[in-house]
């Protein structure tokens, strides 16, 4: 389909009277080349007196700008949608959804447009607001996000990428006085998200329920074509498509398990084809390890709890697996017994991959985090009697799971009496002496060098986690225009392995005022 830019889009558009910001980099139609079956386009709803929150220094250079790009001219009247540039054919995907365990139908980008796709030298980027207003996915909901929220979903998607996880990108907050209704009255905010690409599974499940063969073939293929282009040459291509996205998908999850992060809202439209972290809403870090920790206070059952995660991943590749079934199973085929448990049989082989893959990383990351070596012969069984127990133990204890880890890093693989950094975590020091006596004779066994391990373990266990209350803090700032906190914590987020004896206060355990806050799918 030949790229069309509405007529407005061919020269900035401007409700501000700001100048044009210039752009280091090109744009292509790229997922607008689908044709309109997969988008509407539109234009951002624009909000009075815009003014800038942050720009987030590592994702404004993956686009080639350096930090002061906010004081550009044009800059936040760009990102915050009050000006069209000439670069951009925005849009506003469709997609459907299983929110909860439950079909939930078309939803579509309710409140995101993007505006193009910047082709960089680091690569494709989708650039997209978040918040700029209503669109025809928006069904009942304003199009609007709250600056609360927009502070959150910026400062956890850099700090998960600084952390070495998969994520959608976060370049800035543009906020607005104007009100929008949440429980109580909050201001607006337009937070710029960047990703190679934002479809979801709920993408193909969308066109899968309007038996739209051949949208979800077009669609298949753009993702494969553009992201994934080895599976071209595989004997078939789709199936390698979901095998490819169950592979993506186990190794987010156990990187999540693995630093503690609880998504929260895992429906199947919040699941990158990427397998990256997309849509972060009532996310949380573990403080004080509970296995069933539920960060989302909407979540009363539990569903998205910490320890489902990895069953919930695995139950949302079904839902794309059956939306995918039609690729290689033709309507006329479909009535037939024999051919549908054959291509039934092709999905299932093709998503249950994920099961060994999510253990093979769940136990890297882990010995990774204990500094130990792959077990002789490579039997990762071998390693979870330890790791059985250290998670009792951590449970039962309620012990903070960051600083656990941080502070096992010291640890002597010889001498228990320079335990106390550590063991100090344990109210019942007995249970963790028992442990690490375990623990220890593993370092020794396999002659673990003290000082080599420590480093080792530093550049995986970080120090520096998006606790709630420290969002919390740098919200209450913003909501006194004071966005220093959001930016220092920005900063300090961004180098989450490194000590940074300034920012220690970032590092503590978290207050009790912070067990009075709440999460919610509210945002
Ligand atoms: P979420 O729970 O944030 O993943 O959103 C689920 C669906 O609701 C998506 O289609 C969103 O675009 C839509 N949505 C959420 N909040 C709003 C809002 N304030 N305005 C319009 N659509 C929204
Ligand atoms: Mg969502």
């Not at 299932?348 to 002789?376: E, N, Q, S, T």
């Not at 009496?417 to 396999?446: C, G, I, K, M």
Request: aromatic residues 10%; proline residues 7%; glycine residues 6%.
């Amino acid at each position: 389909m030949p790229h069309t830019p509405l007529p407005n889009a061919l020269h900035d558009s401007d409700t501000s009277g700001a100048a044009a910001l210039a752009v280091p980099f090109t744009t292509t139609p790229g997922f607008s080349t689908l044709g309109e079956k997969f988008f509407t386009r539109l234009q951002p709803t624009p909000l009075p007196s815009p003014y800038l929150v942050g720009v987030a220094p590592a994702a404004a250079a993956l686009l080639g700008w350096d930090a002061g790009v906010g004081a550009e001219p044009g800059f936040v009247e760009t990102f915050v949608g009050n000006q069209v540039p000439h670069w951009a054919d925005p849009i506003a995907t469709v997609y459907s959804g299983h929110q909860f365990g439950i079909w939930a139908g078309q939803l579509g980008d309710g409140r995101a447009i993007r505006l193009a796709q910047a082709d960089t030298a680091t690569g494709p980027w989708e650039i997209q607001l978040k918040g700029a207003g209503l669109t025809p996915y928006s069904r009942m909901a304003d199009g609007r996000a709250v600056l609360r929220s927009s502070i959150r979903e910026y400062l956890c998607s850099e700090a998960m990428a600084a952390l070495g996880v998969p994520t959608t990108r976060a370049l800035s907050i543009v906020g607005s006085d104007a009100p929008v209704r949440r429980e109580t009255i909050e201001t607006s905010a337009v937070v710029t998200r960047l990703a190679p690409t934002f479809v979801r599974f709920g993408h193909f499940e969308h066109f899968a329920a309007h038996d739209d063969v051949a949208s979800l073939r077009q669609l298949a293929d753009f993702v494969i074509d553009n992201f994934m282009p080895a599976l071209r040459d595989e004997a078939q291509p789709y199936q390698a498509l979901l095998r490819e996205v169950s592979l993506r998908t186990a190794d987010l999850v156990a990187h999540w398990q693995a630093i503690g992060f609880c998504h929260g809202v895992m429906n199947t439209d919040n699941m990158s084809i990427l397998g990256l972290t997309i849509d972060y809403g009532p996310f949380g870090f573990l403080d004080a390890f509970d296995a069933n920790h539920i960060c989302n206070h909407s979540d009363t059952q539990g569903r998205y709890a910490y320890s489902q995660q990895p069953q919930v991943a695995f139950w949302n590749l079904h839902c794309l697996a059956q939306a995918l079934l039609p690729l290689w199973l033709p309507a006329e085929d479909a009535g037939k017994e024999g051919a549908r448990d054959a291509a039934i049989e092709a999905a299932r082989a093709a998503i249950d991959p994920f099961r060994d893959r999510y253990a093979a990383a769940f136990f890297r990351h882990y010995r990774a985090k204990l500094g130990l070596r792959p077990p002789a012969g490579g039997d990762d069984k071998v390693d979870e009697p330890l790791l059985t127990s250290l998670f009792q133990l951590l449970h039962g204890q309620r012990v903070d799971y960051t600083l656990f880890w941080r502070k096992l890093c010291g640890i002597s693989s010889q001498d228990a009496s320079r335990d106390a950094p550590v063991r100090d975590l344990f109210l019942d020091r007995a249970t963790f002496d028992a442990w690490a006596t375990d623990y220890r004779a593993r370092l020794r066994a396999e002659q673990s060098d003290d000082a080599a391990r420590e480093l080792e373990m530093l550049a995986v266990n970080p120090k520096y986690v998006l606790r709630n209350h420290l969002a919390e803090t740098a919200i209450r700032h913003a909501r006194e225009k004071d966005f220093s906190e959001t930016g220092r914590l920005l900063a300090v987020l961004s180098r989450p392995f490194d000590e940074q004896p300034e920012a220690e206060h970032y590092a503590a355990l978290p207050p009790d005022w912070a067990a009075g806050l709440e999460v919610s799918c509210s945002s």
